[in-house]
T-cell receptor
Framework: KQEVTQIPAALSVPEGENLVLNCSFT??????LQWFRQDPGKGLTSLLL?????REQTSGRLNASLDKSSGRSTLYIAASQPGDSATYLC????????????FGEGTQLTVNP | DTGVSQDPRHKITKRGQNVTFRCDPI?????LYWYRQTLGQGPEFLTY????????KSRLLSDRFSAERPKGSFSTLEIQRTEQGDSAMYLC????????????FGSGTQLSVL
């Protein structure tokens, strides 16, 4: 079973919409959960990091929440813009595996002008 | 620009050749990671270093793969006798141990094995 699952795999929305990306993970014994953005052919940019003791983090139009008991995290993007078009990846750091991140397969977001 | 540099950006090689990639992490970061990413997938962990010590290796890292971080600064990843299945983006990341463990990724090296 995939350790980290992201739904949906792809999402297309008109500019200005608020949207939610979902991430679910097995094993609630995590050290932290991170959300990344990846543009085509590029590396990853860290967006938000939620420690296991926290429930949410906010940065600008982005808000990420963490519910360890249900094994879920969501990334909320307010007032989406065409520049938000990218692939969004969530990754967990298991508590007992050093700093190894386990990634989901990502959600490819397209925001249409 | 995250401050993590990878070289080269692209590498095309023939099957059976050896290739080496370099990663320069953010200077004050003591942890360095290598990940591999294929199209449409999330990155997969390969190995990580704390200073010059290689602390963890994935089962994905076959005997043909070797990574070094000789002075605890830059790192190299070598693939010997490349195979077509090695074609992927190889990503390097760094972090500071003891903090929130936020990773900063480089732009990656795209390897194509013909």
């Amino acid at each position: 079973k995939q350790e980290v699952t992201q739904i949906p795999a792809a999402l297309s929305v008109p500019e200005g919409e608020n949207l939610v990306l979902n991430c679910s993970f097995t094993d609630s014994a995590i050290y932290n959960l991170q959300w990344f953005r990846q543009d085509p052919g590029k590396g990853l940019t860290s967006l938000l990091l939620i420690q296991s003791s926290q429930r949410e983090q906010t940065s600008g139009r982005l808000n990420a929440s963490l519910d360890k008991s249900s094994g879920r995290s969501t990334l909320y993007i307010a007032a989406s813009q065409p520049g938000d078009s990218a692939t969004y990846l969530c990754a967990k750091t298991p508590r007992n595996s050093g700093s190894r991140l386990t990634f989901g397969e990502g959600t490819q977001l397209t925001v249409n002008p | 620009d995250t401050g993590v540099s990878q070289d080269p950006r692209h590498k095309i090689t023939k099957r059976g050749q050896n290739v080496t990639f370099r990663c320069d992490p953010i200077s004050e970061h003591n942890r360095l990671y290598w990940y591999r990413q294929t199209l449409g997938q999330g990155p997969e962990f390969l190995t990580y270093f704390q200073n010059e010590a290689q602390l963890e290796k994935s089962r994905l890292l076959s005997d043909r793969f070797s990574a070094e971080r000789p002075k605890g600064s830059f790192s190299t990843l070598e693939i010997q006798r490349t195979e077509q299945g090695d074609s992927a983006m190889y990503l390097c990341a760094s972090s500071l141990a003891g903090g929130e463990e936020k990773l900063f990724f480089g732009s990656g090296t795209q390897l194509s094995v013909l």
